[in-house]
C-alpha cells in the first residue's frame, strides 16, 4: 500500500502548489482592481468618455456660430448678375414650404391667403402633377427660380404651353396675362418672406433660402479701386469682379482676398451665379424650360446589395452606417488597449521604483506577480469600456429629449442596432483582451527592467510604431474589408486585434477568423513567456537598464515559478 501511493505524492505537491499558485494570482489581480479603483486616474478615465463626447458635439457648433463674418464686396460689369443673385438670395425655401402646404397639420401653420396665393396654388399644383410627370423628382429650390427668369424673357406664352405642368395662371395666353402671373408670384413671394421673420427664429430659419448664408455678408458695391481700398483697410475679407459677360464666358471674373485658406464664400457665390448664368444660356440657346431640367437632371444610379438569398435589396444610410461601424469600434479598441497597456507599464515602474514590489516578491513569485497585475488592469479595462458603452447607449436614449431633430437622424444610421450588433460586440470583447494580454505583457516586461518613465521611454518606442500601423491602415481597410491589405496584415500577430475587427463589416470567412486567432493566441502565449522571462529578472534590477543583448540572453532562460 505504502509502494502504491508514494508516486501519488508529488502529483498531489504539484496540484496542491498550483492551486495556491492561482489562489495567489488571483490575490495579485484582486489588489489590482482595487488599487486601480481607488484612484482619480480611473474615474477621469470614465468620466472623460461621456465630456469627450458632449463636447464633441456642442463645441464645433459653438465654434461655428463664432466664426466672423464674411463681409465682401462687388464690383459687377455686366450690370445685372449681382442683382440676380441677391433675388436669387431673396427667395424662401420652396421645398419647405411646399411640404407645409401639403400638410395642413403641419407647424408652423400657413395663413389661408398664403395658400390660395397664386405662389401656394403654384407649389401644390407642382408637388401633386408637376413632380410625377417630370418623372424626376425635382428641387423647388433649384427649379422654380430658373424657371421664373427663364419666362421673364422668352417666347412666354409658346413656352407654358409646353410646361408639363398645370399653372393656376390667367386663363389668357398673351403676354400680359403672364407677366400678371410672374407679377403675383413676385409679390407672393415677399408676402411669404415676410411671414417667415414674423415666425420665432427657431422656425423661421427652417424655411428661409437655405443657401442664405447669414456668415456672409455683401457690405460694398462700387469700382474695383474702392473695393481694393476697403481690403487693404481690412473692412472686407474679400470682393469679386463680375466681368462683362459672364453668360458668354468667364473673362474678367475674379475673386480677391487676403485670406489663401477659407473658400467657403468663393465657393458660395460661385454655385449661386452659376445656377442663374446656367439660366440665361438656356435662354439664349432658346431651349424650353421642361427640356431644360431634363438636360439638368443628372444620370443616378440606385444603391442595392445582395441578401443571403442572392436577392436584390435596397441599401439604406443604416446598412452604410453597419458597414463603417468596426472604424469606431477600433478606434475605441486602440484608445482601450494603449491606455491599458499603458497602464501596466506605469504601475510596475513606480511599485518598483516605491520598492513595493519587493514587498510582494516576498509572498508570491515574479510570474504569479506579472498574471495577477495583467489580469487585475484587463479587468479594469473592461470596467472602463463598458462604462463608455453604456455612456453613449445612454446618449443615444436621451439625445432626442434635448435635440428633437436628431432622433430621425439616430433612426436612419440604426445607431441602436449597431451598438447591440452582437458580432460587433463579441469581436471588441475578445481582441480587446487579447490584444490587451499581447501588448501590457510586452510594456510589462519593458517596466519590469526600468527604473523610471523616462528610462521607459526609448524602450517602448518600437511597441507605439507597431500600435500605429494599423490607425494609419483604418480607413483603407474599412474601404475594402476584405482586400489584399486586410488579409495580408490580418495574418501579423500583433495588428490582428485591430485589423480583424475593422474587417467586421466585411465580414471575413470563417476560416479567416479561426486562423488569424490561433495565431494571436500563439503569439500571446509565447510572448507572455518572453515577458515572464523578462520579468523575473528585471523586476529586482537596479541601475542602468540592461542592454538589448543581455535581455535576449534572458529569454533563452526557463520560466520559474
Do not use: H
Not at 489663401?260 to 444660356?281: E, H, P, Y
Not at 487585475?376 to 458603452?389: H, K, R
Not at 436628431?406 to 487579447?434: D, M, Q, W
Amino acid at each position: 500500500m505504502r509502494s502504491m501511493s508514494a508516486p501519488s505524492a508529488p502529483r498531489r505537491q504539484r496540484s496542491s502548489d498550483m492551486s495556491k499558485g492561482k489562489s495567489k494570482t488571483k490575490l495579485v489581480a484582486q489588489r489590482e482592481i482595487l488599487e486601480n479603483v481607488r484612484t482619480k486616474t480611473f474615474w477621469i478615465g470614465i468620466l472623460s468618455f461621456p465630456v469627450i463626447l458632449v463636447a464633441s458635439i456642442l463645441i464645433p457648433t459653438w465654434f461655428q456660430k463664432k466664426v466672423d463674418v464674411r463681409t465682401f464686396g462687388v464690383e459687377d460689369r455686366s450690370g445685372w448678375l449681382s442683382a440676380a443673385i441677391e433675388k436669387r438670395l431673396e427667395m424662401p425655401d420652396f421645398d419647405a414650404l411646399t411640404k407645409l402646404l401639403l400638410d395642413k397639420d403641419a407647424e408652423p401653420s400657413l395663413p389661408k391667403d398664403l395658400r390660395q396665393s397664386t405662389l401656394g396654388q403654384f407649389l401644390q399644383a407642382f408637388a401633386k402633377v408637376g413632380a410625377k410627370q417630370l418623372k424626376e423628382k425635382q428641387s423647388l429650390n433649384s427649379l422654380l427660380p430658373t424657371l421664373l427668369d427663364t419666362l421673364e424673357s422668352s417666347d412666354l406664352g409658346s413656352l407654358l404651353e409646353k410646361l408639363p405642368i398645370s399653372l393656376p395662371i390667367p386663363k389668357g395666353k398673351a403676354k400680359e396675362g403672364i407677366k400678371t402671373f410672374l407679377g403675383n408670384m413676385r409679390s407672393d413671394i415677399a408676402k411669404f418672406n415676410d411671414w417667415i421673420e414674423s415666425l420665432p427664429e427657431e422656425e423661421a430659419e427652417k424655411l428661409r433660402n437655405p443657401r442664405k448664408n447669414p456668415k456672409f455678408q455683401l457690405t460694398a458695391k462700387g469700382p474695383e479701386d474702392e473695393l481694393r481700398e476697403l481690403l487693404k483697410k481690412e473692412k472686407l475679407f474679400a470682393y469679386f469682379v463680375i466681368g462683362k459677360d459672364p453668360v458668354q464666358g468667364d473673362d474678367g471674373n475674379k475673386y480677391v482676398s487676403n485670406n489663401l485658406t477659407d473658400q467657403s464664400l468663393r465657393r458660395w457665390f460661385s454655385n449661386i451665379a452659376n445656377g442663374i448664368v446656367a439660366a440665361k444660356r438656356i435662354q439664349k440657346l432658346g431651349i424650353s424650360p421642361e427640356k431644360a431640367a431634363w438636360l439638368q437632371t443628372p444620370v443616378r444610379f440606385a444603391p442595392k446589395k445582395l441578401d443571403e438569398s442572392g436577392n436584390e435589396t435596397e441599401v439604406a444610410r443604416k446598412d452604410i452606417a453597419l458597414k463603417w461601424a468596426p472604424v469606431a469600434f477600433v478606434y475605441l479598441l486602440w484608445i482601450s488597449v494603449f491606455m491599458m497597456a499603458q497602464m501596466m507599464l506605469t504601475n510596475t515602474i513606480e511599485e518598483k521604483s516605491n520598492r513595493i514590489i519587493e514587498v510582494l516578491l516576498s509572498s508570491v513569485s515574479p510570474l504569479e506577480l506579472m498574471t495577477g497585475k495583467i489580469l487585475g488592469i484587463a479587468v479594469t479595462g473592461l470596467l472602463v469600456v463598458g462604462s463608455w458603452a453604456g455612456f453613449f447607449a445612454l446618449g443615444i436614449y436621451l439625445l432626442p429629449t434635448f435635440f428633437p431633430q436628431s432622433e430621425g437622424i439616430i433612426a436612419s444610421l440604426g445607431l441602436g442596432s449597431i451598438l447591440a450588433n452582437p458580432a460587433y460586440l463579441a469581436s471588441f470583447i475578445i481582441y480587446f483582451v487579447l490584444g490587451f494580454l499581447l501588448y501590457a505583457s510586452v510594456l510589462g516586461g519593458i517596466g519590469s527592467v526600468c527604473n523610471s518613465l523616462k528610462e521607459a521611454q526609448n524602450l517602448q518606442q518600437p511597441v507605439i510604431l507597431l500600435l500605429i500601423i494599423p490607425l494609419l491602415a483604418m480607413m483603407p481597410i474599412a474601404s475594402d474589408p476584405n482586400g489584399t491589405l486586410a488579409r495580408v496584415l490580418s495574418f501579423i500577430p500583433p495588428f490582428t486585434p485591430f485589423v480583424m475587427m475593422n474587417r467586421a463589416g466585411g465580414p471575413p470567412a470563417l476560416w479567416e477568423y479561426a486562423l488569424t486567432s490561433i495565431l494571436l493566441l500563439l503569439t500571446v502565449w509565447l510572448t507572455f513567456r518572453g515577458a515572464a522571462k523578462i520579468f523575473r529578472i528585471g523586476i529586482l534590477m537596479t541601475g542602468k537598464p540592461p542592454k538589448l543583448r543581455e535581455m535576449l540572453r534572458w529569454l533563452r532562460a526557463p520560466v520559474n515559478r
